[in-house]
């Protein structure tokens, strides 16, 4: 178990995070299913098999990302990627009347949590001189979708941290680099009004909703050692939404 390469994935009871976390274990990874909803990790860190544990984690809390990643260092002997996915899309509203408590609620988790789980890490990973994270921001974050102020504004923020702290460790042995995802076929569009929906769907070239495994992909070269020479980078999947 010791040469594993061993991967945190944040948000991987469902959707994406948890196509991200079977794809890197099918890539030889073991991997932590970190979630609120621990219950439904622990049951597909299950299902995943040998070299996957479920991860009791609110990425909101600072004092439990330290103690999430000292637990699955303690288990898999080290940490070599972090995949920043939890996330919520807030409901879709007008900023006038927008209420107060979504924007700070959307704000903890979708950019506080990539902050708070990216400073845990790094100890680590800058003392062993290497480690891949990848931040799941949104096409949202450089576009800007009406009527979802709080989810565009933390995924912007997301852009903008990635490409600091890119930055920052360059020179350190960690890649750092983000991914801006169109609209994928998940539980998150529940939360959204099918207006919201549609208008997400009929802004994409390719007509179509993008599937998680479609992410997962991505993610996975950006999380592997192939991933040599770039940094602080910002990954376009939208089925041709954002050719920029
Ligand atoms: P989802 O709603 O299917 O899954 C999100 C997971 O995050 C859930 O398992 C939930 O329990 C977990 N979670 C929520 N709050 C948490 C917290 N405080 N701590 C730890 N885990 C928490 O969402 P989906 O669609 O899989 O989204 C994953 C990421 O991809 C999110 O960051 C989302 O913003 C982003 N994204 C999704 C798109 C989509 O169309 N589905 C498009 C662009 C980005």
Redesign the pocket.
Known sequence: MQNKRVAIV??????????IARRLHDDGCAVAL????IE??RSEAASIGEGAMPLD?????PDACERGVAEVIGRFGSLDVLV??????GNAHSVDGYSVDMWRRVM???LD?VFHCCRAVLPHMLERGTGWIVN?????GKEGNPNMCA?SA??AG?IGFTKSLGKEVAQKGVIVNC?????????????LNQQAVDY?VSRIPMGR??K?EE?AAMVSWLSSPECSFTTGGVFDISGGRATY
């Open positions: 944040t948000g991987a009871a469902r959707g994406i995070g948890l196509a970190a979630d609120v909803d439904r990790a984690l609110d990425v909101t809390d920043n996915n939890a996330g919520i899309g903890a988790i979708n949590g799941v921001a949104s096409i949202a989810y933390s995924k997301v991914i801006t995802p169109a609209v994928i076929e998940t539980e998150i569009l529940m939360q997400m909703t993008g998680p992410v």
